[in-house]
């Protein structure tokens, strides 16, 4: 090497700490190089063994040659020779100015276009650009792709600290924004790890993008370390699931996992193999994936339509229902309600859709819902059900004529026969309808009815607060206060538990919107949501996570995700020490309790140690006060709440 061309990289601040006959790992640039220090001189080799890349500043020097860690092939220190053969590692100059050592490098090659990088360029020009993810050997390509595109502000990294909490923030990513987010992990166990939160998205109809590492293709079948067929085992859950190669269409294959996972609304998944990761393209031909994805403006069929207006028009005490389905198309959904002054109730996914305040709402049905809800359904003549999914959890009734309107065919009547299904986007469909209902209509009036059952409800939800049975504070209070003192346009991710079912029954929304794992129920879902949540709306809303300690517990490291990207989340977390919810159905069944209790930190300790504010209550006078001085912080924080668990 000429010194016109080479750069000085400083690796080492004290040359006397590297003694005589000992080496070590330093860095130039980005380069890995073993230093070693040999009868007085100090030398620069290749940190790589050419044999599997062993790192040779972990070696040692045996009998005047470096020996590798890994396998024991050995080196001359200052040379890089393998004695008795004919290969070796490269060497580096190297200079000492003072005490401080420096390395030569040769002026770094113009960084080529690699097959990781046209794919990621095309999902960002896709329009995806937020991924959560955990960077590993079997990515390092894929990873540093993202780097690059990270770099030039065009993509956002969430580096959290299981791959399970990434496929959950993917997924409530997606189920708020309609867009797929990323998540990203290695071969093998990094990917297995995704597997529960894919299966969440899949089945509450989300769109999402797997990334996957994979081991490189010539050692795949040979059961090499981390080896798990990847196509094989995500091919249950994934709706577009391929293997990139390096002759692939690579821009063609990211724009079809990116159209499937939106027209579909689940996951998509693609796998890289080591090698493709790296390997250089030439003169890459980029497409413009925007103009791939179709508009779903359809329109139902005619007859459907009538039917479907021709029933209403006849109803006298017609009930809207509303899933989560319907979130994208509220304003048109409020607009017919509001022409027929009808109640408006929703599933626990779909909750907070309309405002509770809203003088035609009636809370949510179902298991964890009111008995506004459960009462307009029973004495209803019509229901008028939209982008919901007819869980046995949410329990519509199927001895009500009823109308089903649903983008996906699939979805209609998919339990039980529905007197009038209705395949359509829900926009155009709910103002085609009322276009036509036209005069005519025979419904009657039920604002007054609606304010006198939301009366009694409040005279019942007023008893229940005072019940104290001093093991802690009850549920109706806790959400009573946190209806009081929430900020009315946040974002709450709810977990699986007890504190679901309350939340549900007692929180009176307003502009809030509700993220939970409703199908799958999956516990722990709450804290990496609000991960993916603040990710989707940045400053522009608070994000609320509302959990239990079992809940918190299941995925309690992303704390420091949280702190880490400064994101000011606030968790409420209600501690019985108990999986409350487990117990309570173990009596149902008449089984004894046992396997439920739980031994917890102190939640309110723990994140302040990590650099989170956090707060406990335990008297229920401290509540509310502690509830807003909660919201008012401006960073991450946590409030631990002692509740009674036998109160919900």
Known sequence: MKDKKISWWPVLEDKDFLVEGRVMTVTADTKQICLTHHEGKLCALDNHCPHQGGPLGEGSIEKGLLRCPWH?????????????????????????????????????????????????????????????????????????????????????????????????????????????????????????????????????????????????????????????????????????????????????????AIRHAILNREPSHLTFPDEVQVTQVSDPDLADPLQ??????????????????????????????LGHGALFHMESVIALAESLLCPVITTFKGKGLISDKHELAGGVLGRSGTPIASHFMNESDLLLVIGASFSKHTGITPKKPTIQIDFDPLALSKFHEIDCPVWGE???????????????????????????????????KSRRRQEDLGQGISSSLIFQCLSETAPENAVICVDVGNNAYSLGRYFESQSQSFLMSGYLGSIGFALPAGLGAWAAVGDKRPVVVVTGDGGLCQYLAELTTMVKYRMPIKVVVLNNNELGKISKEQRSGEFPVWGTDLVNPDFAVLANSIGAMGFTVSEKSDLASLLKQLFLQPGPALLEIKSDVSLI
């Open 72 to 256: 024991g092939w050995d080196y001359h220190p200052c040379s890089g020779k393998a004695p008795g053969f004919d290969d070796g590692v490269a060497t580096y100059p190297v200079k000492v100015e003072g005490k401080q050592v420096y390395v030569g490098l040769q002026e770094a090659i113009p960084h080529e276009t690699t097959i990781a990088d046209v794919m990621i360029q095309t999902m960002v020009q896709a329009g995806v650009n937020t991924v959560f993810g955990m960077v590993g050997h079997s990515n390092l390509g894929l990873a540093d792709a993202m780097r690059r595109q990270e770099t030039s502000g065009n993509l956002k990294y969430i580096g959290i600290r299981h791959e399970g909490a990434a496929a959950f923030a993917a997924s409530a990513y997606g189920k708020l924004t309609g867009r797929p987010a990323v998540c990203f992990a290695i071969a093998g166990p990094g990917s297995t790890n995704m597997f529960t939160g894919l299966w969440d998205a899949k089945v509450d109809r989300a769109p999402l993008l797997a990334l996957t590492g994979q081991i490189e293709t010539q050692v795949i079948g040979t059961g090499t370390f981390q080896e798990v067929d990847l196509l094989q085992a995500f091919q249950s859950v994934a709706n577009f699931n391929h293997r990139v190669h390096v002759d692939s269409k690579h821009p063609e294959l990211m724009i079809q």
């Open 292 to 321: 791939r994805i179709t508009k779903q403006t359809i329109s139902p069929p005619p007859e459907q339509l009538e039917l479907a207006v021709s029933l209403i028009r006849a109803a006298k005490r017609p009930v809207i229902v």
């Open 426 to 460: 829900i926009s155009i469909t709910v103002a085609l309808i009322r276009e036509q209902l036209g005069s005519g209509i025979k419904a009657l009036d039920h604002r007054q009815e609606l304010a006198e059952r939301w009366k009694i409800w409040r005279q019942e």
